[in-house]
C-alpha cells in the first residue's frame, strides 16, 4: 500500500520567523487522523529549516520536513551551495530534485538530478525527484517523449530497492505558478505512464514508487486530481503558503 503524500514547496517565501508561525498553524488545523491518512511534509526555505525543525521537534509535530534543493558533492569549494549531509544533520527527510525552476532558472540537467538523487540517498534521505513538460512540447505532442527521458536518465544507475522508496513528481512546467492546472484525467494519465516507466526499468518497484502531480494544486481540485489510481499525492507550491488552504489539500477526501 501506498501512503498519500501532500508535500508543500515554499519556494523562495517566507523568513525563519515566519517559519515558526505556519507549522504551528497547520498542526492546529490537522488531526491525528489526517496524518493516519496522508504523510504531511512542509519544505521551507534554507534559512527556515532549522526554525521549522525546532517547532516539529519540540511540540512533537507529524508533520515531515524537506528541503527544496541540495548539491550532490558532500563538502568542497561550492560557494552558496548545501550538501545533503548538511540537510540530514538537520532532520530533514526529503529533498526536492530536478523542479523545473532549478532545470530552466539554474540550467540543472538530467545528468545533475541523477547526481542529486545518488548523493540524497546516499545521506539517508529521500529524493522527490520532478519531471514535466514545457506548454510547447506539450503542443508539439512531445510530452512523453520529455518527461520519459526526465524519468529514465533521473534513475540511471538506481538500485531497484532505491526506486521503491523514491517519490516522482510530474508537474507539467506549463501548469506551475500560472493558475493552469492539467484535468484530472491528464494528470492520471501522465502518473500512470511515469509508473510504466519505472516498471520498464524496475519491474515491481513501480508498485511502490510514489507519483505525485503538481502544478497549481488548489483545495477545490485536489479531490478529483487524487482519485485517479496512479497518483499518490502532490507537491504544492502557493497554495501551501496558506495554512488553511494547505490544511483543505491535506484533507481532500472531506
Not at 504531511?40 to 534559512?47: G, N, R
Not at 518497484?205 to 507519483?211: E, F
Not at 477545490?220 to 496512479?230: E, F, H, P, S, V
Amino acid at each position: 500500500m501506498r501512503k498519500d503524500l501532500i508535500a508543500g514547496n515554499w519556494k523562495m517565501h517566507s523568513t525563519h520567523l515566519d517559519a515558526i508561525q505556519m507549522v504551528q498553524k497547520l498542526s492546529y488545523r490537522l488531526d491525528p487522523g489526517d496524518y493516519e491518512r496522508v504523510e504531511v511534509v512542509v519544505c521551507p526555505p534554507f534559512t527556515a529549516l532549522r526554525s521549522a525543525q525546532t517547532v516539529i521537534e519540540s511540540d512533537n509535530l507529524q508533520i515531515g520536513l524537506g528541503a527544496q534543493h541540495c548539491f550532490y558533492e558532500e563538502q568542497g569549494a561550492y560557494t552558496g551551495e548545501v550538501s545533503p549531509q548538511m540537510l540530514a544533520k538537520l532532520s530533514v527527510d526529503y529533498v526536492i530534485a530536478g523542479h523545473s525552476e532549478r532545470r530552466q532558472v539554474f540550467g540543472e540537467t538530467d545528468e545533475d538530478v541523477n547526481k542529486k538523487v545518488k548523493a540524497i540517498f546516499a545521506a539517508g534521505m529521500t529524493p522527490i525527484m520532478c519531471c514535466g513538460e514545457t506548454e510547447e512540447e506539450r503542443e508539439e505532442e512531445m510530452t512523453e517523449a520529455k518527461v520519459g527521458s526526465q524519468v529514465r536518465l533521473g534513475l540511471q544507475g538506481l538500485t531497484a530497492d532505491q526506486v521503491a522508496k523514491l517519490v516522482i513528481a510530474y508537474e507539467p512546467i506549463w501548469a506551475i505558478g500560472t493558475g493552469k492546472t492539467a484535468s484530472a484525467d491528464d494528470a492520471g494519465d501522465m502518473c500512470t505512464f511515469v509508473r510504466n516507466m519505472v516498471a520498464e526499468q524496475f519491474g515491481e518497484a513501480a508498485d511502490s514508487v510514489r507519483v505525485l502531480y503538481g502544478g497549481s494544486v488548489k483545495p477545490g481540485n485536489i479531490a478529483g486530481l487524487m482519485a485517479k489510481r496512479d497518483i499518490d499525492g502532490a507537491l504544492v507550491g502557493g497554495a501551501s503558503l496558506d495554512p488553511d488552504s494547505f490544511a483543505s489539500i491535506v484533507r481532500y477526501w472531506m
